[in-house]
């Protein structure tokens, strides 16, 4: 060291010991608390030294001071624990004001230890920019680096001061270091933009195994992402390479927004690697560069004309296939993207999907692509492959021109004759699903010869179709069936069957064709050979709540069927009985209330329903308590219990006996013991669920004592008993385990300001330009007491108004969507009319009036400026069932690109199957 920095460190040393000396003033008691979280020894995880236990408290603490907390940050900063001063620094990025910057640096300048004087580096950058910059110059003359991940070199980096690159440039002369050392200086140096390290870097990569998925692929994708941001076009046959064994290594790079659709002719153009994960790769990229995929915030480019023969001849091309896989090619999925870019450049690419039906490795692709024009010279073209005797692919013909017959059923019967009276060709099948769609009104007439059919199968589709479509079967089951329901008494004992007789009648005069093969089994519901989805049970319990059976889901929705349908003469009926207790269980002591129904739950009305039946299940006998009680003695709990006690919690629950919530208690309160039986998951969940039934204070302590993890279910029941002793376990819990359930409870408590720091918190790192920044945090969808949706939908930060729109989605505010379809945010307008139009979302309009308002808002969206807002208008009314779309869906139906004629078609298909 030099005399004049001798002398310039002894002068900066005496400066900082005087400051130390000062006295700070009176900080007061929340200041006081602040810093203690920071500098007590014991609050320091013993995994880490360096991290906090309380890290949210301690941010939390610090926001509640405002302007005083960077005095209380450049206090610990002399603290003599290192934990403390590398805390302190890291939280003066958030909480520094220009106060911190003279003792920040001071601080960097004295500090021996590594990790804290990064840290320390890190905020400096980041409250102090130049100042920074200028320290850590000096810092690398006085001390200079030895390798180019030093934390000052990487800080000066990210800062775009060209002063370090002399000082990277002098790692990167030694030739005898390691290739990884030399990477990362060729690296630093390009990230800079340094255009002459480039070649360095290149040489190095090329070493690299080229299907390393190790860390060998991360270096690979940083070059990627320092070559795409130099715009330098060798970015992408790194990506390329790299592509092999990574299939997101250019979809979900930057490459498709710095090139677009300049990436086309080094996609389609090079070397093709038959591998599964390169093709994948491929159809991925040309998704991201031409629809956006996986491109947050960017739609993508239109495919160009000019490229139309690089596509054409890949979608011929034979060796871009992989045919070691026979289950969801790859190849496959590359050739469908291709050929549905190649039906969106016009004529050119019509003609190549036309060589391409004739082709055996592309002749399904080529033909569903050419359907999707929808227009009756392709009818007549795909049905004259159809019924082409010599043509070698007809039943991928046939499949093509059913899917096109629907829009032109008149022009399509005379092929679909000749189709069916052809043996050599499989119709049948395709024509029954046909009538299925498009529901002709001469589907009797068309379906009889298929009621002959040699295959069981198509013959019995063609009987149900049969019996559907026929003109003598009635379609509103409203106006044909009716169902009648009875109890035989009125009154059951707790543990006694229940007997629901129930009745179907023909009350119209035409014959009706019902799925009444259930009635054959001996449970209606839970049968395990007959099944319908048909049937529904509606139970009202005592407590309010309601129940569904079969219950809905992804196993009741594939359960199999028979399917075969019986017609009902006018005035028939089937009759039989339900043991309607089977479906009440745990069941709860009270008032019943029941109805049967016939029809899909899942599709809009017609459905039939029954009369209501009351009935009541009277209380069970204290022995019977006595007995669910002992099954949860824990000490007495052996291997394989744990089943028959869960089952036991349940009923202790649904039955609300006080006398269970010492039992109860002691089983919700079992630590969790993953290698016993005894304390498995599903016993505690099931005791903890039952204690929700009890509004009672005695259980605060258990609820508090409950808060050791993310499960919301504590702090929802604290919040409802209202008991105050809860504010700070709960404020603990939310700040130190990110918990926006405790955060919730607090306010409905009465304390706001920890959602209102959480918030603050997730903005920082929202960047109003960029949507990709604003998911994670679920503060932003909470509604405060006394906050109006109005206030959330007028913030200033888009990531707000984006998170308010998803909250009152799923509370079912379909009032909010609906003024949010004239906010002047075009962005919140797309997203609201996209939630409105989503039937299958979780929004319920089952208010009245709110399905109304609903319609009218996506009929207003029809006439606004943007094509995309009133064509998901459309889409969505189309899917509710409503024709006020129809004629922009028809206009689509012939639109130049793939992707509109496609979702234009969806929709008429689905307004066809509401009608």
Known sequence: MTLTRALAFLLILSVTTAWAAEDTGPRGPAADAALSLLTDPKGFDTHSGRRL?????????????????????????????????FNAAGLLSSFGDESAREPLRSAFLMEPDSGA???????????????????????????PATNASDNRIQQLLALNDSRVLPHVRALGADEA????????????????????????????????????AGSTHWRRQRVIAALAAMEDERAITVAL?????????????????????????????????AEPTYLDGLADALKAVHAGERQKGWDGVPPRAEHVDLYGAAFLDASYGDETRTYDRADATLRRTIAEILASLGDEGREYLRQGVH????????LTALASYNDIATLREIADLATEAEYAYRDAAVTAFASLARFWQREAEPYWRTLLADETV??????????????????????????????????????????????????????TVEIRIATDRESYGYNRPATLSVEIINSGDRPVAIDAFVFDSDDLFDGADHRSDDYNLELVMPNGDRRTYPERNWVAHSAPSTGNARTLEPGGRIATQIDIRKHCRPAQPGVYRAQLSYGHLSTPPPMARSNWVEFVVRPPSREHVDRLVARLDVDGLKTGGYLAAAVACRMLGELGDPRAIDALRAVAVLPVKLNRERNSVMMLHRAREALTKFDAPALVPTWIELLNGKWDLPAEQLAKLGDRRALGPLREHALNFDSVASAKALAELGDDSVIRFMRWDALRSMDPDDPSTWGGSKALRLLLPGERWEDRLRHEHPAVRYHALGAASREGRIDVLVQALTHADIAIRRQAVGLLADWHNALDDNEPGEHAMRIGALKRALSVAEPDIRRTAAGGLAQAGDDSGEALLRADLHAADYATRARARGGLLRLRGAR
């Open 359 to 366: 082709t055996p490795h592309s002749h399904r692709e080529a």
């Open 177 to 212: 270091a390691r290739d990884t050392a030399r990477a990362s200086v060729a690296l630093s140096l390009v990230d800079a933009g340094d255009r002459d390290a480039i070649p360095l870097l290149l040489g190095i990569h090329e070493v690299w195994p080229a299907k390393e």
């Open 53 to 85: 236990k309380r890290q949210g408290e301690a941010r939390y603490a610090l926001w509640a001071l405002g302007d005083d907390a960077s005095a209380v940050l450049v206090e610990a900063l002399r603290a003599e624990e290192i934990g403390t001063r």
């Open 241 to 273: 390479e790299t592509m092999r064994s990574s299939r997101d290594a250019i979809s979900e790079s930057p490459l498709p927004r710095v090139f677009g659709s300049r990436l086309v002719p080094h996609l389609l153009g090079g070397v093709v690697h």
């Open 426 to 479: 499989d119709a049948a099948w395709q024509y029954v699903r046909y009538m299925n769609w498009s529901r002709p009104t001469d589907a009797p007439t068309l379906l009889a010869p298929l009621l002959e059919s040699d295959d069981p199968a198509v013959r019995e589709k063609a009987e149900h179709a049969y019996a559907r479509y026929s003109e003598r079967v009635r379609r509103d089951l409203r106006e």
């Open 117 to 143: 004087r990064a840290a320390m580096a890190r905020a400096m950058a980041s409250l102090f920019p130049v100042a920074a910059a200028d320290m850590l110059v000096a810092s690398l003359a006085d001390t």
